[in-house]
C-alpha cells in the first residue's frame, strides 16, 4: 500500500506558497481603479514578487485575476467579492480552501489549474518496485533501466508518457497497477493566486473601512 500522500503533499505546498506570499506582499499596493456596485478594477503591485503585479476584476457573476500570476477566471455567485470573503473567514489569518475554489475556475473547474506531478509518479515507481522486489527480484533494476535511465526517463516527463510507459512495462509477471494513483497536482501559480486573491480581498476591505 502506497505511502505518498497527495493531500498531506497540497498542504505543504500552500504552507510553502503561503509563506512566500506574505513575504513578497510586504510592500504591495491595492489601488481601486473602478469600484461600481459589482463592477471593480482592482491593481495589486508587490515590488517584493517575481509576479509584480495583476488586476482583479469583477462584474455580475464573475471574477478575473489577470496578471504575472495568470489569467482565471471564477463563477459562482452574483457578487464573487462576496463569495470569496465568505470562504476566507475572518481576521488578518484567512483561510483558503484551494480545492473548492479550483472548482469554480471557468470553463472546466479543477482540470484547468492542475499539472503533472512528475516528481509524484516517480516516487510512485520506485516505491511499487521496492515493494514488489522480493516477489520479483530484479524488479528495482529493470524498472530503473527501463524508466529511469537517461535515454528512457524522457517518457516520464509527461502524464500521457507516463501512463504509456507503466501500461506496456512488464518483468517477471509483473505489471504496474496505477489505479489508485493520483497523476496531477494543482499548478504553483493557481496556489500562489488563491493567496493573491484572498490578500486582495482582504486589502479591498481595509480601504473601505472608515477611519477616524
Given at each position: ?113 492542475q499539472t503533472y506531478a512528475e516528481d509524484r509518479v516517480k516516487a510512485y515507481i520506485k ?20 524508466l529511469f535511465d537517461r535515454y528512457s526517463s524522457a517518457d516520464l516527463e509527461t502524464e ?53
Open positions: 500500500m502506497s505511502t505518498i500522500d497527495p493531500d498531506a503533499e497540497l498542504k505543504a505546498r500552500i504552507a510553502e506558497v503561503k509563506e512566500r506570499f506574505a513575504a513578497e506582499s510586504e510592500d504591495g499596493t491595492l489601488t481601486v481603479q473602478h469600484d461600481d456596485g459589482l463592477y471593480r478594477h482592482l491593481v495589486v503591485r508587490m515590488p517584493r514578487s517575481s509576479a509584480y503585479w495583476f488586476e482583479v476584476m469583477t462584474w455580475p457573476g464573475a471574477l478575473a485575476v489577470t496578471g504575472h500570476t495568470g489569467t482565471y477566471v471564477f463563477r459562482r455567485d452574483e457578487d464573487m467579492l462576496a463569495f470569496f470573503r465568505m470562504c476566507m473567514g475572518t481576521g488578518i489569518s484567512w483561510e483558503v480552501d484551494s480545492r473548492y475554489w479550483a472548482e469554480k475556475v471557468q470553463p472546466h473547474g479543477e482540470r484547468d489549474v516505491q511499487a518496485a521496492e515493494e514488489a522486489e522480493a516477489a520479483h527480484p530484479g524488479l528495482v533494476a529493470e524498472v530503473e533501466e527501463e500521457a508518457g507516463a501512463k504509456a510507459a507503466l501500461a506496456v512495462f512488464e518483468f517477471d509477471g509483473f505489471h504496474f497497477d496505477t489505479t489508485d494513483w493520483e497523476f496531477t497536482e494543482y499548478d504553483y501559480w493557481f496556489l500562489y493566486t488563491c493567496q493573491a486573491l484572498a490578500w486582495t480581498v482582504a486589502q479591498y476591505d481595509a480601504a473601505l473601512v472608515p477611519t477616524g
